[in-house]
């Protein structure tokens, strides 16, 4: 039998991960991403604990490690700039990882990475994506939008929160997309060179009216600045999705008179050129496949940055998909095969493995809980209190941003796949 043909829709990080996994077992393995180069573009990443062992199963602990962005743990300022908290990076290797853990590092560096292990194993076509496709018991028929057709034994979707391939598979443009009510963020960087004695810390600022400020520092030129809001602004919900122009001009409105370092940030990004604004939501679906067509990463089950597991669940997912698909889809000798029932089993697997783990990451999510809902401050009584709260529990030592916020302490075992892992 003739080794599984496999198109990946998503050069990201959840369709390297995948490509990884799956041309390492002997697939023969595509991945379409529609950038027409690699897409190295966004800012910081971290994983956090299945994801960081699932990294070094890849074998990639040394080259990620000389990636990392050497952050040394969150600050947290008044409106003066003025510290009120600090919780520094958990480098200990035992317990939960703080805000900052010891996997930081940059979007485009990890998806390097992942592409320079995978890429002389799988293929990487760049300028194109799934345009449509069809599906029988045998395989999936696919058109490009370059107008190319090929025929494969499975197709992954792995193009992100608003993908696609989701789309097409479950006919529908909403379905599993949660939005989440009025809640943004925007993502830029700007030039700032380093002051003496700064170092490397994340400083976050809470404003009123439900406004937060976050810059990270992740080179001696350079920093990237989140703005985060919970706005009912209905210049902010009706600008265009990708109209940048009009999403920087609504921002700006939003942040306008925020405190602290707004206006500058706000002129940095009226002229950045790497800007993206994100209206936050959540991709829950009851299963991930349908025939021949699977999804993974946030195309399948995006958590939303306000769990701090995003990267960790495309990272672990792939894995689990890819191992589902080793331990099933063999033949007697062990070699990869392409047999409808041993492929219809595995993704049957990969649907009930990995749901318990995701449904304890997004628990919670959407239901206005959390900094993303009624605990975001809006007067400056409520900002008092926080900031108060939050230098008690970093004197005490008390990690509330892990324990009370982010969704690593998932219960759920790592399955070991010796049929991936073998070297």
Not at 131 to 143: L, N, R, Y
Not at 173 to 188: K, N
Not at 243 to 265: I, P, Q, T
Not at 315 to 330: F, N, Q, S, T
Request: glycine share 10%; aromatic share 8%; net charge neutral.
């Amino acid at each position: 039998m003739a080794r599984m043909k496999v198109l990946i829709n998503g050069g990201g990080i959840a369709g390297g991960a995948l490509a990884f996994w799956l041309s390492k077992v002997g697939h023969e393995v595509t991945v379409l991403e529609w950038f027409p180069a690699l897409r190295t573009t966004g800012l910081q990443l971290d994983l956090r604990g299945h994801g960081i062992e699932v990294m070094k199963r890849m074998g990639l602990e040394k080259d990620f490690r000389e990636r990392m962005v050497p952050e040394q743990g969150l600050q947290i300022v008044n409106r003066a700039g003025k510290q009120r908290a600090l919780f520094p990076v958990n480098k200990s290797g035992k317990g939960l990882q703080s805000f900052t853990t010891d996997y930081e590092i940059m979007r485009g560096d990890l998806c390097r990475l992942l592409y320079d292990h995978s890429k002389d194993r799988a293929k990487y076509v760049f300028g194109t994506s799934v345009e449509s496709f069809k599906q029988d018991d045998d395989g999936v028929e696919v058109k490009l939008t370059d107008g190319k057709k090929s025929r494969y034994d499975l197709l992954v979707g792995a193009d992100g929160q608003h993908s696609r391939t989701r789309r097409m598979l479950l006919g529908s443009d909403t379905e599993g997309l949660h939005p989440l009510r009025g809640l943004y963020v925007a993502y830029f960087t700007a030039d700032k060179p380093m002051e003496e004695g700064e170092g490397y810390l994340a400083t976050a600022y809470v404003a009123t009216g439900r406004r937060a400020i976050m810059t990270r520092r992740h080179s001696p030129d350079k920093i990237q600045v989140y703005l985060t809001c919970k706005s009912d602004s209905e210049r902010l919900k009706n600008a265009p999705r990708g109209n940048v122009k009009e999403e920087k001009e609504a921002m700006a409105d939003v942040f306008k008179d925020a405190g602290w370092e707004s206006e500058e940030l706000v002129q940095a990004m009226k002229t950045s050129e790497d800007f993206y604004l994100e209206h936050m939501g959540l991709v829950k679906l009851d299963s991930w496949y349908r025939g021949r067509v699977a999804l993974v990463g946030d195309a399948a089950y995006c958590p939303t940055a306000n769990t701090g597991m995003g990267t960790t669940s495309a990272m672990v997912g792939a894995y689990v998909l890819a191992g589902e698909i080793g331990r099933h889809c063999k033949n007697s000798t062990g070699d990869p095969d392409n047999n409808k029932e041993g492929l219809m089993a595995a993704l049957k697997a990969y649907d009930e493995r990995f749901h318990p783990f995701m449904e304890q990451v997004q628990k919670g999510i959407g239901e206005d809980k959390g900094m993303a809902g009624n605990m975001m401050p809006t007067t400056p009584f409520g900002i008092g209190v926080m900031n108060s709260i939050a230098a008690v529990a970093a004197f005490f030592r008390l990690d509330i941003i892990a324990q009370g916020f982010l969704k690593e302490k998932v219960k759920w075992d790592l399955p070991e796949y010796e049929e991936i892992l073998r070297k």
